[in-house]
């Protein structure tokens, strides 16, 4: 849904990645403390109540997940590991994200953008929603690594997180409870469905293998 844009950022970025590069900073090193940022911003700054600060800490370090992919091409230096890398650290970085959210529900602060429901029901939410976004991107890793794919779902990566981050931002900005409230309920359906869509997914091309080998025999 999102990519569309990514030409946009890339342009608009490309000169910082050319910057880090004449400096000698490596895309690997980019991808760690992006990842660590997105962390700090996350975990130090949600649980204190203080969401929009956190979230403008976040997004400036957001962009490194372009940064570092585009330093890698831009110096012929793209490597499984740095792909192994950069997948994996996002992985830490989203349910940073979500073990924020849930920190901050759990924390004195958790009822000021509550209007329905208790501070308890939005920590399930946030679980449901980083275990599940989790279990998403597992699928589909797993799927490649049995020659299959699992690309499809209504909530990728990019989707979750501009959304999550957008509408914890502006509820906090503008005093919007059902503005959180209602993302994430929809991330908590949303990624339950993903992971379905994906196994369903890997399951028509394993029916699929099968009649071939069987016809085949």
């Known amino acids: 849904m999102l990519e569309r844009f990514r030409g946009f950022w890339t342009a608009i970025i490309a000169p910082l990645a050319k910057f880090f590069l004449r400096l000698g900073i490596s895309p690997d090193a980019v991808t760690i403390v992006g990842t660590f940022g997105v962390c700090a911003g996350a975990l130090v700054f949600f649980p204190q109540g203080r969401l929009f600060a956190g979230v403008m800490f976040i997004t400036a370090f957001v962009f490194s997940d372009l940064i570092d992919g585009h330093m890698a091409r831009l110096s012929g230096r793209t490597t499984r590991f740095g792909a192994f890398l950069?997948?994996?650290?996002?992985?830490?970085?989203?349910?940073?994200?979500?073990?924020?959210?849930?920190?901050?529900?759990?924390?004195?602060?958790?009822?000021?953008?509550?209007?329905?429901?208790?501070?308890?029901?939005?920590?399930?939410?946030?679980?449901?929603?980083?275990?599940m976004g989790s279990v998403t991107s597992y699928v589909r890793a797993?799927?490649?690594?049995?020659?299959?794919?699992?690309?499809?779902?209504?909530?990728?990566?990019?989707?979750?997180?501009?959304?999550?981050?957008?509408?914890?931002?502006?509820?906090?900005?503008?005093?919007?409870?059902?503005?959180?409230?209602?993302?994430?309920?929809?991330?908590?359906?949303?990624?339950?469905?993903?992971?379905?869509?994906?196994?369903?997914?890997?399951?028509?091309?394993?029916?699929?293998?099968?009649?071939?080998?069987?016809?085949?025999?």
Do not use: N
Request: glycine content about 8%.
């Open 86 to 131: 950069d997948s994996t650290l996002d992985r830490v970085a989203d349910g940073a994200i979500f073990a924020g959210l849930a920190l901050y529900f759990a924390s004195p602060h958790g009822d000021e953008l509550i209007e329905l429901g208790s501070p308890h029901l939005y920590q399930v939410l946030c679980l449901i929603a980083l275990v």
């Open 142 to 217: 797993k799927a490649e690594s049995l020659g299959m794919t699992a690309q499809v779902g209504i909530a990728e990566r990019a989707t979750r997180l501009v959304f999550t981050l957008v509408a914890t931002g502006v509820a906090a900005l503008f005093g919007l409870p059902y503005l959180i409230e209602a993302v994430l309920w929809f991330m908590a359906v949303t990624t339950t469905i993903t992971v379905g869509q994906r196994i369903w997914e890997v399951r028509k091309q394993c029916i699929a293998e099968v009649a071939a080998q069987d016809a085949s025999a």
